[in-house]
């Protein structure tokens, strides 16, 4: 059985944001019922040298939903100009990515099979390759580690939090017994 580039990429990131969603009410949640300030987790980060809870999730949005509209065009460049700076415009962005992938049909994401798309960092193309490629080969991994990583600063402040919530809904059927 083969698989469409729709179920591998849309999929697999529609289901990892509705877990990001539920990450973000989580941590919202915590920072109220601990009488914590909200920058005490917004401000979070593994290390030194990496970002903070807010570019993850401009980064999951960017890796998803912005990734599909940028190789629809043949030239993907990264945009960090809006950070969601607040629980609720971090929520939003999510919302943002799930509409828009919601909107793309097999026939639109499989129609980018085979085009150039290309990397274009600080004005300087880096690389480039078919979309499908581009996809699946550089956004999907970013996309799963800034969830991933989001989700380990927020154990790592102390959210309880397990696997099922950042695994969000599963594309499963629900076996009764």
Not at 81 to 89: I, K, R, S
Not at 115 to 123: A, D, Q, T, W
Not at 152 to 175: H, N, P, T
Request: a negative charge.
């Amino acid at each position: 059985m083969a698989i469409s580039l729709h179920t591998a990429f849309v999929g697999s990131c529609r289901q990892i944001l509705t877990g990001l969603d539920g990450l973000v009410s989580k941590a919202e949640t915590h920072v109220r019922d601990n009488d914590l300030d909200d920058g005490e987790l917004l401000q979070a980060k593994l290390a030194d040298d990496m970002w903070d809870l807010p570019w993850h999730v401009r980064a999951c949005w960017m890796h998803s939903a912005y990734a599909l509209r940028q190789a629809a065009g043949g030239e993907f460049t990264p945009d960090f100009t809006e950070l969601p700076m607040d629980w609720g415009a971090m929520q939003a962005m999510i919302t943002d990515a799930q509409d828009t992938l919601g909107q793309v049909s097999e026939g639109e994401l499989a129609q980018l099979a085979g085009r150039n798309v290309k990397f274009v960092l600080g004005g300087k193309p880096r690389f480039e390759g078919p979309a499908e490629e581009f996809l699946m080969s550089f956004n999907l991994p970013n996309f799963y580690f800034h969830a991933t990583t989001f989700y380990d600063i927020l154990r790592m402040k102390g959210v309880s939090l397990g696997k099922r919530d950042y695994l969000g809904a599963l594309r499963l059927s629900q076996i009764e017994g």
